[in-house]
């Protein structure tokens, strides 16, 4: 019969161990607060340069910076920054993941938003290894330079998300509703107006986004957060390739729990552990959260496992390579005896196995060819434009990590993400469509924000001179040749001086059949520069007359 947490004797913690528990609430709430503050200050605010290290979170990510190194990409000095964390970690344990990771905070407030308290299945547990093969697999791929840790970092994985599904629709949301309010007219938009133009000038973007993979990048968020339902931080528990990292180098921390147990008259460690940090392989099911009103005995407490399960779960000792330090154990200890202490304590073993590690190892080896089956990724299609320094399609693949700030910052819009245009290993990488927006002549923000240098910082002359590609027209749907009567457009928006487009006079014939002399637009490819104002302005409906195209030199 399995306990219940009205069950389990309930005594208020005393407040001194209770005030770490806030400590550590209040640090996610900060930290959580600082991502989205950033996330809002990657925008162009009429000034060339970003007032703010929008980038500071991956500067402090060491799978990035490990990535980074094993394909062999110039180093990028603020990405050292991350063995600050690699540091503190082996003094303090696996804390990254419960006092600062935004993801883990958005996952354990959707837990307490979307789901009622209820027991833990395991799986979580049975999985734990999995998330260290899925590094293994990874940091492997990576000296065959596929770079594909980007997609499962939790900090590119929630900036992604932010930026191409909830910040659009949030923004999108609140221009609409405003316009309905102001369309009601006083005393309604009377109050509505300032509030409008507060956001609008604090939150709100430059101007209306819209981005490709919406839904998918939405299922993949939404899978990870339904997993919540099976276990709590089941993401954190079994799959996390950043959490893997930081859990091998916690084994080592300095600051470790004690008893380094569960005690052999109590289960309620087990109970309200989150991480499973008192499970064995053979681990029963743990607590859910506690209803409201019981946070006395820690933010994760609830339904106890059975007794069997509780005792194998003693027999297994507090693994501190899953622990993040949320201290809620200490929080419910109605005795007084669990505790965090600098001292030298057994470590629990890391045992992964032997043959497992090797699979996972050429498991990633075997990610090169696997990811590269499809010619796109050695043969790009002619219409995928990198942003500017990025024309190095292999270089750029290894450097990328998909984080989503290039798209972010893009003052026209026209940075989107990649589905198959690029081969599997181009997934969430950037490209720009100038149909949706062009790169502009008098903006570097993109490689401002890029943490890796995938998109290098180019000072503005030298991106200003940078060929992204060479546009061409088809004369199949020009005006002047179609229809022959002159359209300026084009040439109108070029921004390189002297212009790139510039017109011939030529005979053509009109749809009636009689000839007329027209202005014909001819491109100088020595002076474009690629940048799709053209293509974005065209008014031709559909596809442009005119489009942008990448080198058709064959990259091998």
């Known amino acids: 019969m399995s306990l219940t947490s009205e069950q389990i004797p309930k005594s208020p913690a005393p407040p001194k161990r209770r005030l770490w528990l806030h400590v550590r609430r209040l640090s996610q709430v900060l930290f959580f607060l600082l991502f989205v503050w950033l996330f809002l200050q990657a925008e162009y605010r009429s000034a060339p340069q970003l007032a703010w290290p929008v980038d500071l979170f991956f500067r402090f990510d060491p799978l990035a910076l490990a990535v980074t190194l094993l394909t062999f990409s110039p180093l990028v000095p603020a990405l050292l920054w991350s063995l600050t964390f690699v540091a503190l970690t082996v003094v303090l344990g696996r804390f990254f993941c419960g006092w600062v990771c935004p993801l883990g905070t958005t996952l354990d407030a959707c837990r307490r938003l979307l789901f009622s308290p209820r027991p833990d299945r395991g799986v979580a547990d049975r999985w734990r290894r999995a998330k260290y093969y899925l590094l293994i697999a990874l940091l492997a791929a990576a000296p065959l330079s596929v770079n594909l840790a980007g997609l499962l970092d939790p900090l590119s994985l929630l900036y992604r ?24 007219g006083p005393p309604v938009s009377t109050l509505s107006e300032p509030v409008y133009q507060l956001l609008k000038a604090t939150v709100l973007p430059f101007r209306g986004l819209v981005f490709l993979l919406p839904f998918l990048t939405l299922a993949l968020f939404a899978l990870i957060v339904a997993a919540e339902r099976l276990d709590r931080r089941f993401w954190c528990r079994a799959l996390c390739p950043l959490g893997a990292l930081y859990g091998i180098f916690a084994r080592f921390s300095l600051l470790r729990r004690t008893p380094a ?16 940090a008192f499970k064995g392989e053979e681990g029963g099911r743990q607590g859910p959260d506690l209803p409201s009103g019981g946070a006395e005995r820690g933010e994760a407490g609830g339904t106890a496992a059975s007794p069997g399960s ?18 809620s154990c ?15 304590l057994p470590r629990a073993p890391l045992d992964l196995g032997r043959r497992q590690v090797i699979t996972a190892v050429a498991a990633g080896a075997a990610l090169a060819p696997v990811v590269r089956l499809g010619s796109l990724a050695r043969r790009p299609d002619e219409f995928l434009i990198r942003p500017p320094g990025a024309q190095d399609e292999g270089e750029f693949l290894a450097r990328c990590i998909r984080c989503g700030q290039c798209m972010k910052v893009c003052l026209t819009n026209g940075l989107q993400p990649v589905l198959w245009e690029a081969g599997l290993e181009g997934l969430y990488t950037p490209r720009l469509i100038p149909r949706l927006g062009y790169c502009s002549y008098g903006c570097n923000l993109c490689g401002q924000v890029c943490p890796t240098g995938a998109i290098p910082a180019l ?20 005006i002047p040749w179609s229809e022959g009567s002159d359209c300026l457009v084009c040439e109108e928006h070029c921004p390189v001086s002297p212009k790139a487009i510039t017109f011939n006079p030529g005979e053509v014939l009109t749809p009636n059949g009689e000839k007329v002399t027209v202005k014909l637009p001819v491109v100088h490819p020595d002076r474009c520069i690629g940048c799709g104002h053209c293509e974005h302005v065209c008014p031709v409906g559909g596809a442009a007359a005119v489009r942008v195209r990448r080198s058709l030199r064959v990259e091998i």
């Open 310 to 327: 509780l005792t194998r779960a003693r027999l297994s000792p507090h693994l501190s390579s899953e622990c993040q330090l949320c201290l």
């Open 161 to 184: 998300t932010l930026t191409i599904v909830f910040y659009p629709a949030f923004s999108y949301g609140v221009e609409k509703g405003s316009t309905v309010l102001y369309h009601l």
């Open 330 to 344: 200490v929080a419910a200890c109605e005795k007084g005896r669990a505790d965090f202490v600098w001292r030298r």
């Open 459 to 478: 000072e503005l002359a030298a991106k200003q001179a940078l060929a992204l590609g060479v546009a061409a027209f088809d004369r199949n749907r020009c």
């Open 261 to 276: 147990s569960l005690c052999p008259d109590c289960g309620d460690c087990a109970v309200v552990c989150k991480m499973g």
